[in-house]
């Protein structure tokens, strides 16, 4: 096979010029944009995924268009390595390299990755596409895909799939199927089957009764919320709002991000009973949160820390109960709660460790236990099994009943990634086991008022962080800031951050009480737009407000 890089050159230049010259980056998740922006992004991200495969001797790697979270006129793009990881960090460079360069320059480029990287182009090579719903993702699709063509790669298109099960036709496919098939209909029966034997047929139990709401965020997470529902055996009684059918717009007012940062129900919540357990993920389909009001009103959140400790001392339980020794380990981001790490740390004595933002800070990380479990506060997480648990597991099972419960969860749980819909069934299975409600799941730990704010800057990279972005080390001075304000509070703690995946910075605070929390996140953020170079309008003081 020869392939001429001309063609991609006149390829790109005729169908998807750059038309921006303003620099992007490949951040937190990929690149991240305006929709209008990013045709000719997609298009070089197509021609990098081939190479990328080539270079990894024709293992399949997958390309995702999603902005996630986003609202909805943006649109992003991430890279899936072989064994469903995030690309790997040297890539990184290579994409924003590859995807700044002018229509002039990118024979050249593309030439030098294959030397720098001593790539055989006649290899065969194969790239998974797939993407949100977002009105503009099929135009973006096609661009990721005349990439692959432009360098003669094998491209497979899945039309409009979750971020996790990309991920999953990834690891499938690269696994020669010892993982699933790498198919819809492959990932649904993977998970409903190891879900509905975990039920054995016991569908309410104690304090648990089998009826929750799903907000969908009107994104792909409706949809296959949705053909779940249709293949399960009403094995879980599910109402799904915020479909992404009529007007609602994908993570408007509904959505992990919105009930997570704003602490409130979806906008469209429809009336339910008190303690009804309720479910929002995010646009992709990645992260997923618990809420729900009690009999006076007040709205309560179970996000990605209480998922964590579901898990590990359910886990931990469960291991214990089948005589076998593994090594279980939590990692979390700087934004869990404070609470949760006490509780993590003092009442589960399990060992925890904090990573940068992120998740392919704390996948690296939880590999380094024999089982792994990772959540960031905004529910995005999963658990991860070593080989070697894997077979004491396995080997117990012979002798231990118990232990199929350990195999099923292992199937059952998404290895590759978090998956809002996988995560979901298995809290389903955790509260459905222990006979728990949600009043039980809270009552574990109380967690402290916690706020996040946004904050716009001329340049949000003039702040640079260390320590797992717990200390801000520049602009010089507002750590000191920060530091002085904290002191003021009792339990306080705050930090700063550029964003990864939005033009803004963000703050986090936490403290005692709610006003305490509410007064510290708005000193801090004043500290950042007077020492960062703020833009944007004045913060909203709190009511209460002593400054
Ligand atoms: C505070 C927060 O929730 N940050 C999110 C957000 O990253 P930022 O770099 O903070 O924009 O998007 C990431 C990708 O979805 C996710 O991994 C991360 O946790
Ligand atoms: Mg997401």
Redesign the pocket.
């Known amino acids: 096979m020869s392939i001429n890089l001309r063609t991609v050159y006149a390829f790109a230049r005729e169908m998807y010029p750059k038309i921006t010259t303003e620099p992007i980056q490949y951040g937190?998740?990929g690149f991240r944009g305006k929709a209008e922006f990013l045709d000719s992004v997609m298009f070089r991200m197509g021609v990098l995924a081939t190479l990328r495969s080539r270079f990894r001797g024709g293992s399949v790697i997958g390309v995702m268009i999603t902005a996630?979270?986003n609202p909805e006129p943006d649109n992003g793009v991430k890279l899936i390595d072989p064994k469903g990881e995030m690309l790997e960090p040297s890539w990184e460079t290579i994409a924003t390299d590859l995807v700044n360069v002018s229509d002039q320059d990118l024979e050249q480029q593309v030439a030098k990755i294959i030397k720098d990287n001593q790539i055989d182009v006649a290899s065969s090579s194969h790239v998974y596409v797939g993407m949100d719903n977002r009105y503009h993702s099929p135009r973006l699709l096609k661009a990721v895909s005349d990439g692959v063509i432009a360098l003669k790669g094998n491209v497979r298109e899945f039309g409009i799939v979750t971020t996790p099960m990309m991920h999953y036709f990834v690891v499938s496919a690269n696994t020669k199927e010892a993982y699933g098939k790498p198919t819809e209909e492959g990932y649904y029966k993977k998970l409903i089957s190891a879900f509905e034997e975990l039920r054995d047929g016991c569908l309410e139990k104690g304090n648990y009764r089998n009826y929750l709401v799903f907000d969908g965020a009107n994104g792909v997470g409706a949809r296959k919320m949705l053909q779940f529902i249709k293949r399960m055996n009403k094995s879980l009684d599910i109402t799904v709002i915020n479909q992404g059918i009529g007007s609602g717009k994908i993570n408007e007012d509904c959505g992990a991000d919105y009930v997570k940062v704003q602490q409130r129900p979806p906008k469209s919540m429809p009336s339910v009973e008190p303690f009804t357990r309720c479910v929002s993920v995010d646009g992709d389909a990645d992260r997923v949160v618990y809420f729900f009001t009690d009999d006076s009103g007040q709205f309560h959140l179970l996000d990605g820390d209480r998922i964590a400790t579901l898990v590990a001392g359910y886990l931990m339980d469960l291991i214990k109960s089948c005589e076998i020794n593994l090594r279980l380990g939590l990692v979390q981001t700087a934004?869990a709660n404070g609470a949760s790490t006490d509780y993590i740390e003092n009442e589960l004595k399990v060992p925890v460790s904090c990573v940068p933002?992120?998740?392919k800070h704390l996948h690296h990380k939880a590999l380094e236990y024999d089982v792994g479990i990772y959540f960031?506060a905004?529910g995005?997480g999963t658990i991860v099994f070593s080989d070697y648990a894997k077979s004491v597991i396995a080997q117990a099972v012979t002798t231990n009943p118990k232990a199929k419960t350990l195999l099923l969860l292992i199937d059952l749980i998404n290895e590759t990634v978090g998956d809002a819909i996988s995560d979901m069934l298995l809290v389903e299975t955790i509260l459905n086991h222990k006979g728990w409600d949600v009043k039980d799941w809270i009552s574990t730990y109380n967690d402290l008022p916690n706020r996040q704010l946004k904050i716009k800057v001329k340049d949000r990279n003039v702040i640079t962080t260390t320590d797992a972005e717990r200390i801000c080390v520049k602009p010089v001075g507002l750590q000191d800031e920060i530091n002085m304000a904290v002191s003021n509070y009792k339990r306080g703690r705050a930090f700063v951050r550029p964003?990864?995946?939005?033009d803004v910075v963000?703050v986090y605070a936490e403290a005692a009480t709610k006003e305490d929390t509410e007064n510290l996140s708005y000193e801090v953020g004043l500290l950042v737009q007077r020492l960062a170079g703020g833009v944007g309008p004045e913060l909203t003081k709190p009511n209460n407000a002593h400054l």
Not at 499 to 502: D, K, N, R
């Open positions: 937190t998740a996630s979270h934004y933002t992120g998740v960031e905004n995005h964003s990864g995946t939005e963000r």
